[in-house]
């Protein structure tokens, strides 16, 4: 019957002779492994089952050496294999070669003659164990096997199967108390002289009333065992071994000593077959070795004649050559030696397999870290991409906005200019009031009462405060009380801006004649000369905004000089009263100093002064000496500054230095660091200009409207080009300003 149970059921509960059906796959290994931790302690014999082939030859050999030279080497390995799992934990092997055709069988046969009480197998899973075998070797020996026998089938280092016994064992396995007292008489054989008498056995036949059919139980020291069939003449051979005091062959520490090889026979009829069992052990504890062989004597016999005989002794002694023995002991250290060099070859190849497994497991992490970095900061990425892009849109649609603003306010000043040109044929042009009168309450309310947080410079006869009237930012510039000119200088400018409409001058909102207050546009971006030092640690401004700058200022002060009837000399150009929008668009401011002169040939002297205005540097010197004003006057003012939009540097000497440079073939160490790509060649067609236009005598400057106007808008147009490219690229030419779209900045560059 069968009856699964988990291994802590039968740990150390079980007792007897045990055995263990081995074979060359790896059901045998576990099998052992099993048996080792659950069914045997430190000291106890197990015996190893294994059934090979029947040989042809095997009934002729009659000596047993002859029978153990003839054993294939692979079997003797087999054995050799599961001595390791024995010898750590100190059990004694006896290997048993039962060589037969059937091998549930022979199995069964061997452990019924040897009163084998625990049987252990392997066996693998169902579906490999089916394929390499047509019939179920575990359960065929589990019913065959005699009912004092505890048959163990174990898969996967577990039961997979228990058949428990029925009652026990008729008589004790005299194969095992054999092999140990063995053991027990090698240990006593130094301690005992060399003559000591051997024990004999003797053949006897079988008692009908033994304890169990066809077997018989000797008495204490009798270590035969005969089983008799009436009905078989043939004869079973098993093959045992009994200890003969001084007769055993110890090897110790590699010294080898005689002894004697025994042999004795069990005789079971078979009428199917006749089976040969041949057993030998083999123990191996630290530096001990014992080897134990034996042979088969075969009987041909019958019935009749093993009765007859059965004080006959069976034991006969043959003697081993030293040469022998040493020659075995070469042979199974050389083996043992090649399996210790084979295992620990296994177990590099196992240890740095491992190691690969954890460097690729490693590797892989790390791969799998890499590609989720990879997939965030490609998401990052497209995410960014998706704000930059709901960012253009948003700026593409406030340009296309302010250019709608742009175009409607340039239409607005058109419509102003020609209605200022119309008006100014009037001879009372200048007596007109163009311009808001503001109370100064309301200028007073849109300052915060001129508060020091809302000033934003100082001018030349005043300080100026930003303020906040009719809803528009305003720059509100207050006269002061003890400017001795300041009065003058308020009419002039009231006389100059209410009569003056264009896009590149400074748009006069309204004024407070009683206190001498004016109220101008309010410019975002504040001076030129702030930007181009960087005041404020504003970002610098690019090369293509320098030259469309240049070509604004030079539109604004072309203006003045097209007035009419007669010409406005500004007197004052500098960086400092050009004023930027928040476009950086630039628009000439302060002309409280302009002077109206006769409209005569520009190379003539206009108007003469007794004193020179203006500021050191940019004053035309031909009017310091002389004190004759005329427009080419400004276009002196002029290419100081645009020597400056090209180096950003004072203007003191500054003409010189880029002269000088210009013919050493450095201008490039002159440029503004803070724009890395100049384009020289046109940097140095601007310089050259500039230099014609600071000519110290009048005559050698170049005119405005016929000569520096086309080249300045060359450049501009330049510039816009060069904006497109970079446009596209994704670079915009504003440093830290709001984006806009390029229709409306290539505008803003060719107002």
């Not at 906040?468 to 308020?490: E, I, M, W």
């Amino acid at each position: 019957m069968w009856l699964p149970k988990t291994d802590a059921t039968c740990k150390g509960t079980l007792s007897g002779s045990v055995a263990v059906a081995i074979d060359k796959d790896k059901t045998s290994q576990n099998a052992i492994k099993w048996t080792m931790e659950n069914l045997t302690s430190r000291g106890q014999t197990l015996a190893l089952i294994h059934v090979a082939p029947k040989s042809q030859s095997s009934s002729d050999i009659e000596d047993g050496t002859m029978h153990m030279q003839q054993m294939d080497k692979q079997t003797k390995d087999l054995f050799v294999s599961f001595h390791c799992y024995c010898s750590r934990k100190e059990i004694h092997c006896l290997d048993v070669l039962l060589e037969d055709a059937d091998k549930v069988k022979a199995i069964v046969e061997y452990v019924t003659v040897s009163a084998i009480e625990n049987l252990v197998l392997g066996a693998p899973s169902r579906s490999s164990f089916m394929r390499r075998f047509k019939t179920d070797l575990p359960t065929s020996v589990s019913k065959a096997a005699p009912d004092f026998c505890n048959v163990y089938v174990i898969s996967k280092g577990k039961i997979s199967s228990l058949r428990s016994s029925s009652r026990p064992a008729p008589y004790k396995s005299t194969v095992l108390s054999d092999f140990e007292n063995q053991e027990t008489a090698a240990s006593e054989k130094k301690h005992k002289p060399a003559n000591t008498t051997p024990i004999t056995r003797a053949r006897r036949s079988v008692d009908s009333d033994g304890p169990r059919p066809g077997f018989v139980k000797l008495p204490q020291g009798n270590m035969k065992m005969i089983g008799d069939f009436s009905d078989s003449g043939s004869e079973f051979s098993f093959i045992s071994a009994s200890q003969q005091g001084s007769e055993n062959s110890f090897i110790s520490s590699g010294t080898p000593t005689s002894g004697d090889r025994c042999s004795f026979t069990y005789d079971l009829p078979d009428s199917a077959r006749t089976s040969r069992m041949s057993t030998s052990s083999e123990q191996s504890i630290g530096s001990h070795r014992l080897g134990i062989k034996f042979t088969d004597l075969g009987f041909l016999n019958n019935s009749s004649t093993a009765s007859e005989e059965s004080g006959r002794t069976s034991c006969s002694y043959s003697s081993q050559s030293l040469d022998d023995v040493e020659a075995q002991m070469r042979r199974l250290r050389l083996e043992l030696k090649q399996t210790m060099d084979m295992y620990s070859s296994a177990c590099r190849e196992a240890l740095t397999a491992r190691q690969e497994a954890t460097e690729l497991k490693n590797l892989r992490s790390e791969e799998g870290r890499r590609m989720e970095e990879l997939k965030m900061t490609e998401e990052t990425a497209i995410s960014m991409i998706e704000n930059e892009k709901a960012k253009a849109k948003t700026a593409m649609e406030a340009a296309e906005a302010a250019n709608r603003l742009a175009e409607a306010e340039a239409k607005r000043r058109l419509t102003a200019e020609m209605k200022a040109l119309k008006e100014s044929d009037s001879p009372t042009r200048y007596t007109m009031v163009r311009y808001r009168k503001y109370t100064v309450h309301e200028i007073e309310e849109g300052t915060d009462n001129f508060a020091e947080s809302r000033k934003v410079g100082e001018g030349g006869y005043g300080p100026v405060y930003r303020g906040h009237l009719d809803h528009t930012s305003v720059a509100v510039k207050v006269l002061r009380p003890d400017a001795a000119q300041g009065r003058s200088q308020f009419q002039k400018e009231v006389e100059v801006l209410s009569c003056i409409r264009h896009p590149n001058m400074v748009l006069l909102l309204g004024a407070c004649p009683e206190y001498g207050i004016l109220v101008y546009e309010y410019m975002a971006k504040g001076s030129l000369d702030d930007r181009l030092f960087r005041r404020g640690n504003t970002p610098p401004i690019s090369w293509q905004l320098r030259f469309r700058i240049a070509a604004e200022i030079a539109t604004g002060l072309l203006f003045l000089h097209q007035t009419k009837p007669e010409p406005i000399v500004h007197r004052d150009l500098k960086p400092g009263n050009v004023l930027l929008d928040h476009n950086y668009v630039s628009k000439i401011s302060d002309v409280g100093l302009a002077r109206l002169v006769p409209a005569v040939a520009e190379n003539v002297t206009q108007y003469r002064v007794t004193s020179a205005a203006g500021t050191f540097c940019y004053i035309d010197p031909e009017y310091q000496q002389t004190g004759m004003l005329g427009v080419k006057s400004d276009v002196y003012s002029l290419g100081i500054m645009l020597l400056q939009l090209l180096t950003a540097k004072q203007p003191m000497g500054l003409a010189y230095y880029v002269e000088q440079a210009i013919e050493e073939g450095k201008l490039k160490d002159m440029l503004d660091p803070a724009v890395p790509d100049w384009p020289l060649e046109e940097a140095m067609s601007l310089a050259k200009l500039s230099l014609q236009c600071a000519e110290l005598r009048r005559k050698d400057r170049p005119d405005l409207g016929k000569e520096v106007m086309p080249e300045l808008n060359r450049l501009r147009e330049l510039g816009a080009e060069s904006l497109e490219s970079v446009f596209y690229a994704g670079h915009g030419p504003f440093s830290h300003s709001s984006q806009v779209s390029y229709t409306s900045v290539r505008k803003l560059l060719l107002i």
